[in-house]
């Protein structure tokens, strides 16, 4: 081991093995810690734009929440509307209707886990305050770690 830490604060349970397998594919001397988002806060947003991401994380969420004997409120926020307009072939308006959405969300939650990976770059679009607040770790947040533990700056 190299003496670095890496600590994923993960959205579910459901990602712990897959992204600490990931962080030890492209840092294999790096001790990864895990940690699980119910130990945000006690209001925990859950964002998407499908129900069938939405209610399975929700209840991830809510079993982790038992497990670890703390007592979290779920808000979950489906904007359906976004992925029709995904769909549609819209990705601006995608974009424009859940960067509203989790605009909200984040105001009245102490964490805004975001359901779906792909949610991931409509964050970007929120003031600097309310992105520390949104949960989501996709394959290029692993690879930025890697090269900060190597000393890198992009």
């Known amino acids: ?69 703390r007592t979290v409120e779920l808000a979950p926020a489906l904007e359906g509307e976004a992925y029709r307009a995904l769909m549609s072939g819209d990705a601006a308006g995608h974009d424009r209707l859940l960067s509203a959405a989790l605009a909200r969300l984040v105001a009245e939650t102490d964490a805004v886990v975001l359901a779906q990976a792909s949610m991931a770059r409509v964050v970007a679009s929120l003031p600097p305050a309310l992105q520390a607040k949104c949960l989501t770790s996709p394959r290029l947040g692993m690879e930025r770690v890697k090269q900060v533990l190597e000393g890198r700056r992009a």
């Not at 492209?26 to 006690?42: E, S």
């Open 1 to 69: 081991m190299s003496g670095n830490k890496l600590a994923i604060i993960h959205t579910t349970p459901v990602t712990v093995d897959m992204l600490k397998a990931l962080a030890q594919e492209l840092m294999p001397d790096t001790q990864v810690i895990n940690f699980v988002a119910v130990g945000r806060g006690a209001r925990i947003g859950v964002a998407a734009t499908l129900r069938t991401t939405l209610e399975p994380t929700a209840r991830l969420l809510a079993a982790k929440a038992r497990e670890l004997g």
